[in-house]
């Protein structure tokens, strides 16, 4: 099994900066990806983006509307994914998660959440 904890979210104004963290514990060794996903109220669940790594290398990929705005790295020392997150805008709002699976396609854990706001 493996736990996943995020923390980092809060509010802050629009064209702000917030970095998230997701740090990973258990059977972290089984792992090859984290993914961020938010959930604004009202809406269904959808995805920020990813990491993905393998012995060649890392890859990352995001959804159209925070490519060039958001980006997710890697501490693997410390077990902890991060996103960071530039130029927030209001529809940023939401509750984000960090999910993690053993294979590329599929995740078989999830976070709690924490909340980010953006005002305007």
């Known amino acids: 099994q493996v736990q996943l904890v995020e923390s980092g979210g809060g509010l802050v104004q629009a064209g702000g900066s917030l970095r998230l963290s997701c740090v990973a514990s258990?059977?972290?060794?089984?792992?090859?990806?984290v993914g961020w996903y938010r959930q604004a109220p009202g809406k269904e669940r959808e995805f920020v983006g990813h990491?993905?790594?393998?012995?060649?290398?890392?890859?990352?990929d995001y959804t159209n509307s925070v490519k060039g705005r958001f980006t997710i790295s890697r501490d693997s020392a410390k077990n902890t994914v991060y996103l960071q997150m530039d130029s927030l805008r209001p529809e940023d709002t939401a509750v984000y998660y960090c999910?993690?699976?053993?294979?590329?396609?599929?995740?078989?854990?999830w976070g709690q959440g924490t909340q980010v706001t953006v005002s305007s």
């Open positions: 999910a993690a699976g053993s294979t590329p396609l599929q995740i078989d854990y």
């Open positions: 990491i993905k790594w393998t012995r060649i290398g890392t890859t990352t």
């Open positions: 258990g059977r972290t060794w089984s792992l090859v990806t």
